[in-house]
């Protein structure tokens, strides 16, 4: 048996994240800055049968916005996650949600606090 497609979670993440990020977005410090207001995902790229990447821009509040790469990797029923901005940013982390079921609020908050915390290294003090 194989685990269900890795570009299709992180899809659903992505999709999940955008219907939070306003509510999410409430608990930040700052979220007229580094707020995010929108985010859109390109064409996924499976990297094998196990593994997608998923380029994706994020839009901060303030109209700014910043491209990264999620990357998934799906195997024994559990699933893990990697956020890039190709250069000095990378965060990964194990996913609670289970291959094939809708993302859990956890694995949403997750993203959505290592996406913010580098967006507020960048634009916090930005004018």
Do not use: W
């Not at 994020?58 to 491209?67: L, Q, S, T």
């Not at 998934?72 to 079921?101: H, I, K, N, Q």
């Amino acid at each position: 048996m194989t685990d269900p497609d890795p570009c299709a979670l992180l899809l659903g993440l992505v999709e999940a994240l955008r219907e939070a990020a306003p509510r999410l977005n409430g608990g930040l410090p700052y979220p007229q800055r580094t707020g995010i207001d929108d985010v859109q995902a390109g064409a996924p790229r499976p990297d094998g049968p196990a593994r997608c990447s998923l380029p994706v821009t994020v839009r901060v509040a303030r109209g700014v916005e910043k491209r990264y790469v999620l990357s998934a990797e799906t195997g024994a029923g559990r699933a893990a996650l990697a956020v890039s901005d190709g250069a000095e940013f990378e965060d990964r982390f194990r996913l609670a949600t289970t291959p094939g079921a809708p993302p859990l609020e956890a694995d949403v908050h997750r993203l959505f606090t290592a996406l913010t915390a580098d967006l507020g290294l960048h634009f916090a003090t930005a004018s």
